[in-house]
């Protein structure tokens, strides 16, 4: 069975602090990784995507990949009140696999001003 | 970019008719469709996988006869559900994808409640 963790909060954080969030899977083969948002009665939609090991930042936000630990983050900075939400991790299939995306139960994070 | 539409926005039906939920991706050819369904403070559950011109995939514990889909081009699915139930209430989503292993875009999303 393949999984997509996550913690599924509240994660509290103040205006302005850095939000982290995480999540790990458990098909190793895995290529594709996605972060999407979703506010409360709002359908996904998505925030960024990595596929290589390592950093990737898209204004105040960064995606972390560590495939060797099954491990992909999802940094944001500056946060606002505005950033509260779910966040849903998803994972993607290895070549040749069965296309569809695994998602996590999502983390709810609320930032306070 | 990426831009995919649903329609209806919200739908009230009686039990035991049939509603149609219509898909769009807007600016982008979409070889493949997968409708969701979420449930209040649940996650997303994936129903089937649809790719345009051929049968729908559909997940472990979905009965095709009722949640109908067709895929008939490269913008349009459809998701019928058939003789409609009050537990068949609840939100269902769509979303839209160009290629094998590239991202998904979602619909808005179309909110049944049957009753």
């Known amino acids: 069975q393949k999984e997509v963790e996550q913690n599924s909060g509240p994660l509290s954080v103040p205006e302005g602090a850095i939000a982290s969030l995480n999540c790990t899977y458990s098909?190793?083969?895995?290529?594709?990784f996605f972060w999407y948002r979703q506010y409360s009665g709002k359908s996904p939609e998505l925030i960024m995507f990595i596929y290589s090991n390592g950093d990737k930042e898209d204004g105040r936000f960064t995606a972390q990949l560590n495939k060797a630990s099954q491990y992909v983050s999802l940094l944001i900075r500056d946060s606002q009140p505005s950033d509260s939400a779910t966040y849903l991790c998803a994972v993607g299939p290895q070549r040749g696999g069965y296309n569809k995306l695994i998602f996590g139960a999502g983390t709810r994070l609320a930032v306070h001003p | 970019g990426a831009v995919v539409s649903q329609h209806p926005s919200r739908v009230i039906c009686k039990s035991g008719t049939s509603v149609k939920i219509e898909c769009r991706s807007l600016d982008f050819q979409a070889t493949t469709m997968f409708w969701y369904r979420q449930f209040p403070k649940k996650s997303l559950m994936l129903m089937a996988t649809?790719?345009?011109?051929?049968?729908?995939?559909?997940e472990q514990g979905v009965e095709k006869d009722k949640f109908l889909i067709n895929h008939a081009s490269l913008t349009l699915s459809t998701l019928t559900v058939t003789s409609a139930h009050p537990e068949d209430s609840s939100f269902y989503i769509c979303s839209a994808q160009s290629g094998v292993g590239e991202t998904q875009y979602f619909g808005p999303g179309t909110r049944l409640l049957v009753l």
């Open positions: 098909d190793r083969g895995s290529q594709s």
């Open positions: 649809s790719n345009e011109g051929s049968k729908a995939t559909y």
